[in-house]
């Protein structure tokens, strides 16, 4: 059974940094494209950044340069740090795995419950 845990939002004020941590069971993370996506209140689901098995790395133009995912396959678990944080930026944000490559599109087979990130400015 796939399992992701987020963890590590939290309120913070604009030009913050915050770590997001994913906890991967073994069957989602090997071999899988693995994704953070952030849904505001009222809004869809947007697709921040994703991250091949292979460690090719994409992200949204909203995010670029501020946002940086990786992963440390020794702990089976996804990262996204977060810099220079905005008002904009705040959002339910949520970790995503599928044997396809769906890089930054939401149609993800498998999804994290979501970590809050707010922040104030």
């Known amino acids: 059974q796939v399992q992701l845990v987020e963890s590590g939002g939290e309120s913070v004020r604009a030009g913050g940094s915050l770590r997001l941590s994913c906890a991967a069971s073994?069957?989602?993370?090997?071999?899988?494209?693995m994704g953070w996506f952030r849904q505001a209140p009222g809004k869809g689901r947007e697709g921040v950044a994703a991250?091949?098995?292979?460690?090719?790395?994409s992200c949204a133009d909203s995010v670029k340069g501020r946002f940086t995912i990786s992963k440390d396959n020794a702990k089976n678990t996804l990262y996204l740090q977060m810099n220079s944080l905005k008002p904009e930026d705040t959002a339910m944000y949520y970790c995503?795995?599928?044997?396809?490559?769906?890089?930054?599109?939401?149609?993800?087979?498998?999804w994290g419950q979501g970590t809050q990130v707010t922040v104030s400015s």
């Open positions: 995503a795995a599928d044997r396809i490559a769906w890089e930054l599109m939401p149609n993800y087979a498998n």
């Open positions: 991250i091949h098995s292979d460690g090719i790395t």
């Open positions: 073994r069957a989602a993370y090997s071999g899988y494209c």
